[in-house]
């Protein structure tokens, strides 16, 4: 699966963003999602997941109640909606796919259980 990402860009402290994530390749379906995001000279973090049906979804802490995570598997695509948007949600995000073998809530959020990863989208959040 290869996965294409966007929808970054500056928002004001508030606001709110959607990240896309388009996959191409087969089988999309059978795989899970996620989006993770990194800092400047941190390792990547988990920010929301998704199983492969849909049903099952995980946030990091810090962005519970206010992201959301979608995908839509007909299309081939998954999303992020980013509400509440704060100045330290300022980093690089990136969709990811996991086979669905692992199906752990573990595997659902741990980077080394993705194996295909899109390019990093910016999101900048001023204060």
């Known amino acids: 699966v290869q996965l294409q990402a966007s929808g970054g860009g500056l928002v004001p402290a508030g606001g709110s963003l959607r990240l896309s994530c388009v996959a191409s390749g087969r089988n999309f379906s059978r795989y899970r999602g996620g989006w993770f995001r990194q800092f400047p000279g941190k390792a990547r973090e988990f920010v929301a997941g998704?199983?492969?049906?849909?049903?099952?979804?995980y946030y990091g802490d810090s962005v519970k109640g206010r992201f959301a995570i979608s995908r839509d598997n007909a299309k081939n695509t998954m999303s992020l909606q980013m509400n509440s948007l704060k100045p330290e949600d300022t980093a690089e995000y990136y969709c990811?796919?996991?086979?669905?073998?692992?199906?752990?809530?573990?595997?659902?959020?741990?980077?080394?259980?993705?194996?295909?990863w899109g390019q990093g989208t910016l999101v900048t959040v001023s204060s």
């Open positions: 990811a796919t996991g086979p669905s073998r692992y199906s752990t809530d573990y595997a659902h959020k741990a980077p080394r259980y993705f194996d295909s």
């Open positions: 998704i199983s492969w049906l849909g049903d099952r979804t």
